[in-house]
């Protein structure tokens, strides 16, 4: 996949995530634009995504050529600028890219994701030789990012998320609740950990207790229960961040 090759070759930092990163992981969805989150917080990180950008041509959809010369200007003056907005919808000669700064459910962007996110080796259909390797977001995460947006088109594909997806959130809950205890029992850690995120949530909480549909959290946090994550820790706290209170 040229996107992905040019973005590694530049050394940007960045997690897949849509429907592209859950294809890679086997759910059968339409192919669209690729979507990745890129790494906000470091201005070399932000310099190198500028410079990969201009290598493949990126301009906004429908934007004209002065609109281009201009956006491009304003990267190489001050990468920063691509952080002024929340995503960018970008044609290139490879195809389309969406940049998300900060995507449904994770309003950490890239931090929140790339704790649990997967290193593949990406092959390129034009070139079978080709390939480049990049992290993909867990299956779960994508999921959960598209069942938070709630946009039709994200809905729509939703039950294509095969042992994933449930159309009642209590339900699911439940599920993972159980999941995690399963996954656990066969472990040697005889006193595992289970943590849990809120839908909309960039901290995980120690599970106290599950009460009616609804996480209680060591620290007295009660997380509704659409959308929420769990992660059984066999040892400690899962990747960060993680809740002081529930440490």
Not at 48 to 76: G, I, N, S, Y
Not at 163 to 170: A, C
């Amino acid at each position: 996949m040229p996107i992905l090759a040019t973005l590694a070759r530049h050394r940007v930092r960045f997690v897949v995530i849509g429907s592209f990163g859950a294809i890679l992981q086997d759910v059968d969805l339409p192919m669209t634009d690729m979507d990745v989150v890129p790494d906000i917080s470091d201005p070399d990180n932000l310099r190198r995504l500028a410079a990969a950008l201009t290598d493949l041509d990126a301009r906004e959809r429908d934007a004209t050529d002065h609109d281009t010369a201009e956006l491009h200007r304003e990267m190489a003056a001050d990468p920063k600028f691509l952080t002024s907005a929340k995503f960018w919808t970008f044609d290139t000669t490879f195809g389309g890219l969406d940049l998300v700064l900060r995507p449904a459910g994770f309003d950490g962007g890239y931090d929140d994701l790339v704790g649990s996110a997967k290193r593949m080796r990406v092959a390129d259909d034009a070139d079978p030789g080709a390939s480049a390797v990049a992290l993909v977001a867990d299956v779960r995460d994508i999921y959960h990012s598209k069942r938070v947006a709630g946009r039709l088109k994200d809905t729509k594909t939703l039950r294509l998320f095969v042992g994933i997806h449930d159309p009642d959130p209590r339900r699911t809950l439940a599920e993972q609740y159980r999941a995690g205890r399963a996954a656990q029992a066969g472990r040697r850690q005889s006193t595992p950990v289970r943590w849990a995120m809120a839908a909309r949530g960039t901290r995980w909480h120690r599970v106290s207790a599950v009460e009616r549909g609804t996480v209680v959290a060591a620290c007295g946090a009660r997380l509704a229960a659409a959308g929420v994550r769990f992660n059984v820790a066999a040892e400690g706290a899962p990747p960060p961040p993680t809740c002081p209170r529930c440490s």
